[in-house]
């Protein structure tokens, strides 16, 4: 039965996961976070700070679950 949980929580956060990075890459206007880490969590940009580590002691209580990543300024390329 725990097997059985666990993989139904996998398959909830990798759907979310999916659906936050689809979110990210058609949808979000991300151009104030240039240079900047955000946290993405149900479609919605939760949390902005310069330095990752800054980042993730400010998302940790309240978004543990939430997507990271660094939004390119302009002119640099993202590298997936």
Not at 12 to 32: G, L, P, Q
Not at 33 to 42: P, R, S, T
């Amino acid at each position: 039965l725990n097997k059985i949980i666990n993989m139904a929580k996998e398959t909830k956060s990798t759907m979310n996961s999916k659906k936050n990075y689809e979110w990210f890459v058609r949808k979000a206007d991300v151009s104030k976070y240039a240079g900047k880490w955000i946290a993405v969590e149900n479609q919605r940009i939760v949390a902005s700070d310069n330095k990752v580590s800054k980042l993730l002691d400010c998302i940790k209580q309240n978004w543990p679950d939430a997507a990271i990543t660094k939004v390119p300024k302009r002119g640099q390329i993202m590298v997936l």
